[in-house]
């Protein structure tokens, strides 16, 4: 688990903030301004699109990247000497030391830009903030998406203590005492509390069964982030591809026919479409199937694809209840206070069933006690979330 230095807003901070999202599908500059009420609105926002030559090129040149298109958005408004304090989303794996430092132990997503790996991000953007004439813009939080995601709840609900990604991927962080936390040194300077970074998709203690061992020995990263690997979007498209070959292997599904489908053709965008397709004939998986040509299922074949895309889909929305459950018990052991859970991530939002799964789940664990859980969904943390932190880190 990782601290991350930065503790849940009060909801009384103001003024307006530069926040960075790098890490993502985009890179995005936006400028936040936070009313005092709990209100964090976006006044402005914009998108750059990085060149693949420059996230795979030189280290120096991805950050006068963004100190450019930093300069470009602010010049945009001409109001650059307006805005002081940034806070930095960035979403790779970083060990922090403080709020506004952090070591890129990493790179992921296709970045491999030289000479970051082992740096402080900060420092860097720092230097690169000065080759560009912007020295009065101070880097003042860096954050990860799932902090973010917390953050830009919290400043809105006070009782928000826990933020959660199902997307690409999966995590969750929650608030901690800090004196509880080892990675954080006792001759630190911080009380109170602070978010911790889980890196739950890491968590490797849960019984596998022979799909989740396949698709561990066939991923980049076999024995690493394996509850990652049953609940998140990534994903589950490769175990319900596993699931059918063996089906097809064990009990003729498709008369043994169906042997070449790789993985591009199913995805979890795919079984989301099969698992909402109530037809009686189920036209989308039909269609699906058609298009690989099968042209001959029967019904009872396609309603056997489906069965199978709700098991899987079943069991990651269980194991995310329990995950959250775990985290939440870990705050509050009885279950005394009211806790709000911000989810940011696509399967969340669109995959057939899965928010109703996990609340049934938290149900089945909890009784009544359940009623203590409320999830909330959390649509721009890694833009919003940036400017909190930097507002938290800018407070006196
Ligand atoms: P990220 O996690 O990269 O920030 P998202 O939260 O948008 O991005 O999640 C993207 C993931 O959502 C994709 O990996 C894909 O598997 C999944 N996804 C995309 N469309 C759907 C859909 N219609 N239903 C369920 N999952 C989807
Ligand atoms: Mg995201």
Not at 37 to 64: C, D, Q, W, Y
Not at 84 to 108: A, H
Not at 228 to 242: A, D, H, P, T
Not at 344 to 370: E, R, W
Request: charged share 20%; with cysteine.
């Amino acid at each position: 688990m990782l601290p991350s230095f930065v503790d849940c807003p009060a909801g009384n901070e103001k003024g307006s903030f530069i926040a960075l999202d790098l890490g993502g599908t985009n890179f995005r500059v936006l400028l936040v301004s936070l009313d005092d009420t709990g209100l964090a609105k976006i006044e402005k926002s914009r998108k750059f699109v990085i060149p693949i030559s420059v996230t795979t090129g030189e280290g120096e040149a991805l950050f006068n990247f963004i100190a450019a298109s930093i300069r470009d958005f602010l010049f945009d408004q001409a109001l650059a000497s307006h805005y002081k304090s940034l806070g930095f989303t960035f979403s790779f794996p970083v060990t922090q030391s403080s709020v506004n430092s952090g070591r890129l132990l990493t790179w992921t997503k296709g970045f491999t830009a030289t000479g970051v790996v082992g740096c402080d991000v900060v420092q860097l953007l720092t230097e690169a903030l000065h080759r560009y004439h912007l020295d009065n813009i101070h880097i003042t939080a860096l954050v990860n998406d799932t902090v973010g995601t917390l953050l830009a709840k919290s400043y809105e609900i006070a009782n928000c203590d826990v933020g959660v990604i199902f997307g690409t991927g999966t995590n969750g962080c929650y608030r901690e005492r800090v004196s509880s936390i080892s990675a954080v040194p006792t001759s630190s300077a911080i009380d109170g509390h602070m978010i911790v970074n889980t890196e739950w998709g890491n968590f490797n203690c849960l019984p596998m069964n022979k799909f989740d061992r396949v698709l561990d020995e066939m991923s980049k990263n076999p024995g690493k982030q394996q509850m990652e690997k049953m609940i998140s979007g990534m994903y589950l498209g490769q175990l319900v591809r596993q699931v059918i070959i063996d089906q097809i292997h064990d009990t003729g599904l498709f008369s043994g026919e169906f042997s070449i489908f790789t993985a591009a053709d199913l995805q979890t965008h795919d079984i989301s479409n099969f698992q909402s397709d109530t037809s009686a004939d189920l036209v989308i998986i039909k269609a699906w199937l058609d298009n690989l040509g099968i042209t001959h299922s029967s019904v009872k074949e396609r309603a056997d694809i489906r069965q199978i895309c709700q098991y899987v889909s079943e069991r990651a929305a269980k194991i995310s209840a329990a995950a959250i459950s775990a985290v939440v018990l870990r705050m509050d052991p009885q279950l005394e206070c009211h806790h709000t859970i911000a989810v940011d991530g696509t399967l969340y939002a669109k995959y057939p069933d899965f928010k109703q799964t996990i609340i049934k789940t938290l149900q089945a664990l909890h009784g009544v006690a359940s009623r203590r859980f409320s999830l909330t969904q959390s649509t721009d943390g890694s833009g919003v979330g940036a400017a909190i932190a930097a507002a938290v880190a800018s407070q006196p």
